[in-house]
């Protein structure tokens, strides 16, 4: 067996001025943007801020995902490193970080002096590529329902079909994902396997549930799943938008973002500035 890849996740974290996050790490005497492996059964975009946190004692948000970074490490295996840029939510100041045996320094650095400062080539062309999404971006999260009972074999009233342990296993980690984007509005149908979907996240961060019938198989029209999209979209707020697969087309096409059959835990992550998606992704809750 090939041995497996080692997953990290990071952030080039961005503040006004150009300035970038970099951290120092005595064990290689190098300077690189703050990042580490994922725990295991971590997502990655938790991940991603979890490591930033640990390594510079500042709470981001992700914006757009960057190209992940690939390379050789010891024991033949290739570490695969995802990044976003990233956003401080809250205070920059990074003087009060504890530095310690593995971050022994915190900095933010003018975009110009840190591609000097960068130790590793791909680095350099992780921030270069960083540079043209470093604008403030909000992100819609479209999420399809978590993984639910058959139709065929419920049998009842398909608006109270409940989710499988795995679905329910699902919405217990969709809560640091959405975290990890700063959502701050929950848009769901109204069908069970949508609301015990995002119950979760909203019951931990208080964030209340606002049930859209426009947005259930039973109740959503062309003109309804548009118009949800659009009041959301023109609200300015970091959203997640639970539904179901009939009505996901609609949902991207109103966000001009082209069809893309999520599976069920499955969500699409569209960044909007000023109203227009600049950044898509895509992930699975496994």
């Known amino acids: 067996m090939p041995p497996r890849d080692v997953l990290a996740a990071g952030a080039v974290v961005y503040r006004s001025g150009k300035q970038v996050l970099l951290v120092h790490r005595p064990k290689y005497d190098d300077w690189s943007f703050p990042k580490g492996k994922l725990d295991p059964g971590e997502h990655v975009t938790a991940a991603a801020v979890r490591e930033v946190e640990e390594e510079t004692g500042l709470h981001v948000r992700l914006g757009p995902p960057l190209e992940p970074q690939r390379y050789l490490v010891a024991g033949g295996r290739t570490k695969h490193v995802s990044y976003w840029v990233g956003r401080v939510l809250g205070d920059h100041d990074v003087s009060g970080y504890r530095l310690n045996d593995e971050i022994d320094g915190v900095r933010w650095v003018p975009y110009d002096e840190a591609l000097e400062l960068l130790t590793y080539g791909y680095d350099r062309a992780t921030l270069r590529a960083s540079r043209p999404l470093r604008r403030p971006t909000r992100p819609v ?146």
């Open 141 to 286: 999260v479209v999420l399809r329902h978590a993984s639910a009972r058959s139709r065929r074999g419920w049998g009842k009233d398909d608006r109270k079909r409940p989710l499988l342990q795995s679905g329910s296993l699902q919405a217990e980690r969709l809560v640091p994902v959405l975290a990890a984007y700063g959502v701050s509005r929950v848009l769901t149908s109204g069908s069970r396997r949508c609301l015990d979907t995002v119950r979760p996240f909203a019951d931990t961060t208080g964030w209340p549930l606002e049930v859209e019938d426009g947005l259930s198989e039973e109740g959503a029209s062309p003109a309804s799943v548009r118009r949800a999209v659009t009041a959301l979209v023109g609200s300015g707020d970091a959203a997640v938008v639970c539904t179901h697969r009939p009505v996901l087309p609609g949902v991207l096409a109103a966000l001009g973002v082209p069809d893309d059959r999520l599976e069920p835990g499955a969500f699409l992550v569209a960044h909007l500035r000023h109203g227009e998606v600049v950044a898509t992704e895509r992930h699975w809750l496994h």
